[in-house]
């Protein structure tokens, strides 16, 4: 059993288990963070450990405290401010420990003066950065051999593409030679073929 199965009525997290006590976070006025804990003593810990690293803190009104470091103020606000300092867990709620996500808010909690630094500037939002578009391959096509044509040197001459020119001959039901789309030019079949192109 995890020790954050001891305590699942630690955090709230629904709304059929709404908050017990919330506590409000500002660094000098401006909203910094908001937690709703689902028990008091789960409130408890954690404004405890703010507390006890600044012990110096004062109260600004009934339901807010005020801490002050290196000319940052951090104002914590509640409705149950004061029932929250005051609360004694039970010994078994004294083992309570926040899960590693509200241990890391803590964190930023207790630095407050450094979490609010100036922002820098940034630029303009242009949208998604352009990739180039990659360089079309051009093929050179292979020279035929000398008393041979190509399709691709017939699609040439009927001014079509060399793939169009083949699916045009598959189309017509025209079988590829066994040498590719080549032809000698003295083949009976080539004067089929130069039909077949002319229509396409």
């Given at each position: 059993m995890s020790k954050y199965s001891q305590f699942p009525d630690?955090?709230?997290?629904?709304?059929?288990?709404?908050?017990?006590?919330?506590?409000?976070?500002?660094?000098?006025?401006?909203?910094?963070?908001?937690?709703c804990y689902g028990a008091?003593?789960?409130?408890?810990?954690?404004?405890?450990?703010?507390?006890?690293?600044?012990?110096?803190?004062?109260?600004?009104e009934t339901n807010k405290l005020a801490i002050t470091k290196d000319d940052t103020t951090l104002f914590i606000k509640s409705d149950h401010l004061e029932?929250?300092?005051e609360y004694e867990p039970t010994k078994a709620q004294a083992e309570y420990r926040p899960?590693?996500?509200d241990q890391r808010?803590?964190?930023?909690?207790?630095?407050?003066?450094?979490?609010?630094?100036?922002?820098e500037p940034r630029e303009a939002y242009t949208g998604p950065a352009s990739t180039p578009k990659p360089v079309k391959?051009?093929?050179?096509?292979?020279?035929?051999t000398e008393g041979?044509?190509?399709?691709?040197?017939?699609?040439?001459?009927?001014?079509?593409?060399?793939?169009?020119?083949?699916?045009?001959?598959?189309k017509a039901k025209f079988a590829k030679p066994p040498s590719g789309w080549t032809f000698t030019t003295d083949d009976p079949?080539?004067?089929?073929?130069?039909?077949?192109?002319?229509?396409g």
């Open positions: 630690a955090e709230s997290s629904s709304p059929s288990r709404p908050p017990v006590a919330d506590i409000w976070y500002y660094v000098d006025d401006e909203f910094f963070y908001v937690k008091l003593y789960a409130a408890h810990y954690s404004l405890q450990l703010i507390l006890e690293a600044y012990p110096d803190y004062k109260w600004v029932d929250i300092i899960s590693s996500v808010i803590l964190k930023r909690i207790l630095n407050f003066s450094t979490q609010l630094a100036p922002e391959r051009t093929r050179t096509r292979k020279a035929s041979s044509v190509t399709v691709a040197e017939l699609s040439d001459e009927y001014n079509i593409s060399s793939g169009k020119a083949r699916n045009l001959l598959r079949a080539l004067d089929e073929v130069r039909q077949i192109l002319s229509k």
